[in-house]
């Protein structure tokens, strides 16, 4: 079976300083990944995805990823956090053309 | 190109009642899928379909249904509505032409309010 662990609900950060959202997969083959952001009262909009090229992934807003599978994990990070970034934060699993597995969400506050 | 949508954005109904939340997907995209939200249970996946046909479903019960349309647009239906079933009801649409093409792009979702 394949899961997906987000090993905070909630990470506060200061505005400027970086942001780090842990994720661990548990999957039989290579799955892709993904990270998704939904802000209050919104859809949900992709950030990044790996699938099975690049180990580090940028996305957008400066957020990147690194897929590591001898640690079963796709960490998100941005160097220097903005207000605007304050939002919930999907770590998702997929594998071939099988339903999206989400974990529970990380809510990122970002302190003025 | 215009981007997921959904009809209505906000719903209230009451128990018993049934409701239709209607999803067009990106143009060119031939899958749809539909997610429940929920403060304690999270995304969860309802459903997804492919060129009319359902492909997937998950683990929720029989009154919750869908449909597509030749045009990729599609419906969900939830029959006999219970106080648990308020949620937002999210739909997220792809192209699904190759098995690495796996990205799907989400609409603003529905907010049910069930009464």
């Known amino acids: 079976a394949q899961s997906v662990t987000q090993l905070d609900s909630h990470v506060s950060v200061s505005e400027g300083t970086p942001v780090l959202l842990r994720c661990n997969y548990s999957s039989s083959y290579s799955p892709s990944l993904f990270w998704y952001v939904q802000h209050p009262n919104k859809g949900l909009q992709l950030l990044l995805k790996?699938?099975?090229?690049?180990?580090l992934v940028k996305g957008i807003n400066g957020f990147e990823a690194e897929f590591k599978k001898s640690e079963t994990s796709f960490h998100l990070t941005k160097p220097s956090a903005h207000m605007s970034d304050a939002a919930e934060y999907f770590c998702?699993?997929?594998?071939?053309?099988?339903?999206?597995?989400f974990g529970t969400g990380t809510r990122l506050t970002i302190i003025p | 190109k215009a981007g997921v949508t959904q009809t209505p954005r906000y719903l209230i109904k009451t128990r018993g009642q049934q409701v239709t939340l209607s999803c067009s997907p990106i143009?060119?995209?031939?899958?749809v899928s539909w997610y429940q939200q929920t403060p304690g249970q999270g995304l969860q996946f309802l459903f997804e379909y492919f060129s009319e046909t359902q492909r997937n479903k998950g683990n929720f019960p029989g009154r919750f249904s869908g449909r597509q349309f030749s045009n990729s647009r599609s419906e969900m239906n939830v029959s006999t509505l219970e106080l648990g079933d308020s949620a937002l009801y999210l739909c997220?649409?792809?192209?699904?032409?190759?098995?690495?093409?796996?990205?799907?792009?989400f609409g603003p979702g529905t907010r049910l309010t069930v009464l």
């Open positions: 997220a649409s792809r192209i699904a032409d190759r098995a690495y093409n796996v990205e799907q792009f």
């Open positions: 790996y699938t099975s090229a690049a180990t």
């Open positions: 998702v699993l997929s594998f071939g053309n099988e339903k999206l597995t």
């Open positions: 143009s060119g995209h031939r899958s």
